[in-house]
């Protein structure tokens, strides 16, 4: 199975090709690594994979921007991701993607989800699974998200990022860490989404992430 793998970290796209060599061996072969939208449609278009890992926030306008400038039935799109958030998880899988796995998944699983999606299953990370058959049986998630929709619109595909691991616990040495950039950056992140949602500490963003089903 032929794969390229798009995410905005090289450090994680080198560590996910590096996985599939070594897990996938035989299996899996990763043909080209992309870094934003334009690098990844190029890179589909000249080596038209069997399978996509699409990270959900790229830059260049994200992952379903990829999905929609491709416009390739016969590519089949996985995404993985760090948000297992139901906007995102929702906003793909109707974007056109195959499935959605969090990057949590071991190597063992994500070489079995590519070939589940190759194959043209639907694979979903468990957790996840639940909003998807929601939000398409019509149980009324998608209106839920519909009323998020204005307040998340204020923050930038980073910031949404950091609110959602601060939000979950996390210090900022560990979204850090999680995210690939420095703490001071982290800070400054977190500063801009207080001030954009109109809250004062991290429990107001717990509880308001919490409302909101963003956690």
Same mark, same amino acid.
């Given at each position: 199975?032929?794969?390229? %793998? %798009? ?15 070594? *897990?996938? #061996?035989?299996? @899996?072969?990763?043909? #080209? ?11 589909? *278009?000249?080596?038209?994979?069997? @399978? ?9 306008? =994200? ?18 991701? &760090? ?8 906003? +793909? /899988?109707?974007?056109?993607?195959? =499935?959605?796995?969090?990057? *949590? /998944?071991?190597?063992?699983?994500? %070489?079995?989800? /590519? ?7 639907? @694979? ?7 909003? &998807? ?10 209106? !839920? ?7 998340? !619109?204020?923050? +930038?595909?980073?910031?949404?990022? %950091? ?19 420095? /703490?001071? +950056?982290?800070? *400054? ?27």
């Amino acid at each position: 199975m032929r794969v390229v %793998v %798009v995410d905005d970290h090289a450090m994680f796209r080198r560590g996910v090709s590096a996985e599939l060599g070594s *897990t996938g #061996a035989g299996r @899996v072969e990763v043909v #080209a690594e992309a870094a934003d939208v334009d690098e990844a449609v190029a890179a589909v *278009t000249a080596h038209r994979p069997d @399978v996509v890992l699409l990270d959900v926030h790229l830059p260049g306008g =994200g992952g379903v921007e990829v999905i929609r400038r491709v416009n390739d039935s016969e590519v089949r799109f996985l995404a993985l991701s &760090v948000s297992d958030a139901a906007e995102d998880v929702i906003g +793909t /899988i109707r974007g056109g993607a195959r =499935g959605y796995v969090t990057k *949590t /998944i071991t190597g063992p699983e994500l %070489v079995d989800a /590519i070939a589940r999606v190759s194959d043209g299953d639907a @694979v979903f990370s468990p957790r996840l699974a639940g909003f &998807v058959l929601d939000a398409f049986a019509g149980a009324g998630l998608s209106a !839920d998200l519909a009323s998020v929709d204005e307040d998340l !619109d204020r923050l +930038t595909e980073r910031e949404r990022e %950091v609110m959602r691991l601060i939000a979950r616990g996390y210090s900022y040495k560990e979204v850090a860490k999680e995210l690939f950039i420095s /703490i001071k +950056t982290v800070e *400054t992140h977190m500063s801009s989404v207080l001030r954009k949602l109109q809250l004062s500490s991290r429990h107001e963003l717990t509880r308001w992430a919490s409302d909101r089903r963003l956690l």
